[in-house]
């Protein structure tokens, strides 16, 4: 017997759920029980395409929850690949923030004192060729060659020192200047000072371009001078994202390389504007 021929016997169909094809088992089994109606071959058919149709309906069940396992492990697995991408993209970003903020403050720091560097350096050539003709000038005298006064070997003598102290002065600039672009750079990396500073910069869009900001706002007169011995807001404002996307302030969406997005642990930090409802 088939099961075709089971469902025909017992008059239920594929769609027939299991308890209605045990209740008509039943029913028929009490109708044609051999001791009602003497036949037990039918009986022994009946007995037959009900366990046939049992057998049936358990490898249909089997067979769907089989592939569902199958699909929710492949769903777990899809989970953990994307999680793992997403550890390891967060962890590119990271490291390429890191370097772009260091490459960036030593670009700054070199721009804001080249100036200064120059100077400095034309400063101890000037040092350097003062105190040459003093000197070559006090031995001339010592041989009593008149090459130089004793009042004019006193002025080479001062404009040297002078130009010595000038250079000494120089220097220090260069040195505090530098050590402003890296004291600036490492209060970045304190998430508050971070997050004040991109609210300075007016954020209020949780995803964003560059362009959304305003390095007007910025304006934190970083140096004592204007014009090339002070950091432009343009490089504080890119500096400042660097290091946000470093400390996890925000992040990029994936395949973006111009959009920034606050993460969703520091959207509370910020006031972003509602959007406009259309009427």
Request: aromatic share 6%; glycine share 6%; hydrophobic share 40%.
């Amino acid at each position: 017997m088939d099961v075709k021929k089971a469902m025909q016997l017992l008059g239920v169909t594929e769609t027939t759920p299991v308890a209605e094809v045990t209740k008509v088992f039943r029913r028929l089994s009490k109708k044609h029980h051999p001791d009602v109606s003497g036949d037990g071959d039918l009986q022994a058919q009946l007995n037959q395409a009900h366990r046939l149709l049992l057998d049936h309906h358990d490898k249909k069940a089997v067979i769907p929850t089989g592939f569902q396992e199958l699909a929710e492990l492949v769903t777990r697995n899809n989970q953990v690949m994307e999680q793992s991408a997403i550890v390891q993209r967060r962890a590119v970003e990271v490291q390429e923030a890191k370097r772009n903020a260091d490459d960036l403050t030593q670009k700054i720091a070199k721009r804001v004192t080249r100036l200064l560097q120059l100077l400095k350096y034309m400063a101890f050539l000037g040092t350097a060729v003062t105190a040459a003709v003093g000197w070559l000038s006090g031995e001339a005298m010592k041989l009593d060659a008149q090459t130089l006064t004793p009042e004019q070997l006193y002025k080479y003598k001062i404009v040297a020192i002078c130009l010595g102290a000038v250079s000494a002065v120089l220097q220090f600039l260069v040195a505090d200047h530098n050590h402003r672009v890296g004291a600036y750079n490492e209060s970045l990396g304190d998430e508050e000072f971070c997050i004040e500073e991109l609210n300075r910069f007016g954020l209020s869009k949780r995803e964003f371009v560059i362009q959304d900001l305003s390095s007007r706002l910025a304006n934190r007169a970083l140096f004592f001078r204007e014009g090339p011995l002070r950091m432009n807001d343009s490089e504080a404002l890119r500096l400042t994202l660097f290091k946000a996307l470093e400390l996890g302030i925000l992040e990029r969406p994936a395949g973006s390389k111009r959009r920034y997005r606050v993460s969703d642990e520091y959207a509370d930090q910020f006031h972003f504007e509602r959007p406009e409802v259309e009427h």
